[in-house]
């Protein structure tokens, strides 16, 4: 929930208050009447059902022609305001005059609630005003001081504007007619703008721009109008019509030039923010550049192959540590087993070589020339040697000795015990 302080508070409704109660007419009685030594007025305005504070200040109350008196109906000419520091809001008079209307007061507000009626007053169909004007038609006597003004602040506040006079009756009776030939004739030349407008004066002096024929021609132009006639307390049915009413002639180029000034200080800081933009922008780009940079280096086949090799590389020597972790594993291993195998190969040979070697005698002993000893041969049958047991009768062998060898055939055996 956002809070504000009472003072923000009051500040928004007498900022609320007095640009919607710019200039309000109101009737009723005096009371409670106060002439302070400042010169200043204070009353209170009421009616039967309610009462408004009021003041008019020294300035104003000087003009008045009459006396003001408890109990005297008056009509007020004014703005709302609020006394902020007590939060009271009060009719700040600008002219009072007593009740009942004088003829050019009575027509203005019959005429006044005339076109209000037709909707030449309406919002919504006010033209808005181009930003940068380039020519504007100026509606006014040409030898006004209201000319001179306009010329003046179009000069100092933006001097690429054309300014186009239509030299123009601003009083009297022909004022009205002159306002609306010139409307005319400045309406088909293509302006951005046109101001009408003149200087202050009385009711009777500016009537002109209350006539009827002036907000026709003002609510029948084309082209947008700025009406900027008298001072600020004066209001006319130009005013009205108009799509942007000035209080002054001055203030009307004011208000629809731009100020030169404020567009160089503009254009440096546009300058500034796109140079930063720019900056930021050539930075973002430049980072992304970069990161494109490096997305194309680690996907390069130049890239791709280094990767690769890299790989292998690792591959191969993690295959070699491997490997020679392996070897070294297997020779621990295999130690043992090499010290126990070649022990039992020694072992084994010493074995074999010693059977041979006795198999070697054994073969030396059965070699007939060997047996030597008389009396003993050999016994061989069918090319084997074989002991005499193993003969049978009929059976057919040999006997041999070192030196000779005998056929014979077993006729009968007999064993000894």
């Known amino acids: 929930m956002n809070t504000i302080t009472v003072s923000t508070l009051n500040e928004q409704i007498k900022s609320l208050l007095e640009s919607t109660f710019v200039r309000v007419f109101v009737e009723g009685e005096l009371s409670r009447i106060t002439h302070h030594n400042s010169g200043h007025i204070y009353f209170t305005l009421k009616d039967k059902n309610s009462s408004i504070s ?5 300035g104003n109350a000087s003009k008045l022609k009459f006396r003001l008196e408890e109990g005297l109906k008056v009509v007020i000419e004014g703005a709302i305001t609020l006394y902020a520091p007590r939060g009271s809001y009060q009719i700040n008079a600008i002219n009072i005059e007593p ?28 033209k808005p005003m181009p930003k940068f004007p380039k020519r504007i038609a ?7 001081a209201a000319l001179q003004d306009m010329q003046r602040v179009a000069s100092q506040r933006y001097p690429l504007v054309e300014l186009y006079v239509y030299d123009t009756v601003v009083q009297g009776e022909y004022a009205a007619p002159s306002i609306v030939n010139a409307i005319s004739a400045a309406d088909v030349q293509n302006f951005d703008i046109i101001v009408v407008g003149r200087g202050g004066g009385s009711m009777e002096d500016l009537w002109g721009f209350n006539e009827e024929i002036v907000a026709n021609a003002i609510y029948a132009a084309k082209t947008p109008i700025v009406s900027a006639v008298g001072h600020e307390i004066d209001w006319l049915i130009s005013d009205f019509v108009a799509d942007l009413r000035a209080p002054t002639p001055s203030a009307a180029m004011e208000m629809i030039l731009p100020d030169q000034n404020e567009l160089l200080q503009t254009l440096d800081v546009v300058a500034q923010q796109l140079e930063q933009s720019m900056q930021q922008k ?8 970069e990161h494109l940079e490096n997305l194309y280096k680690r996907n ?12 292998i590389k690792q591959v191969r020597e993690r295959f070699d540590q491997t490997m020679v972790y392996r070897f070294e594993n297997a020779k621990r291993l295999l130690m043992p087993l090499a010290e126990n195998l070649t022990r039992q190969v020694e072992s084994n040979l010493l074995q074999k070589q010693h059977k041979l070697q006795i198999l070697q005698q054994g073969i030396l002993a059965q070699d007939p020339k060997q047996k030597s000893k008389k009396g003993f041969a050999q016994t061989v049958k069918d090319g084997k040697i074989v002991e005499l047991s193993a003969l049978k009768v009929g059976d057919n062998f040999e006997a041999m000795d070192a030196t000779r060898s005998v056929q014979a055939r077993v006729e009968n055996i007999v064993k000894f015990i």
């Open 282 to 289: 050539l930075i973002r780009a430049k980072t992304q550049l």
């Open 54 to 58: 009021g003041v008019m200040f020294r």
């Open 138 to 144: 100026l509606v006014t006597s040409a030898t006004g």
């Open 300 to 311: 390069s086949i130049e890239q791709r192959i280094s990767n690769s090799l890299e790989e």
């Open 99 to 126: 009740a009942g209307h004088g003829a050019l007061a009575l027509a203005f507000e019959q005429l006044k609630a005339r076109l209000s009626e037709q909707g030449y007053f309406a919002p919504e169909i006010k």
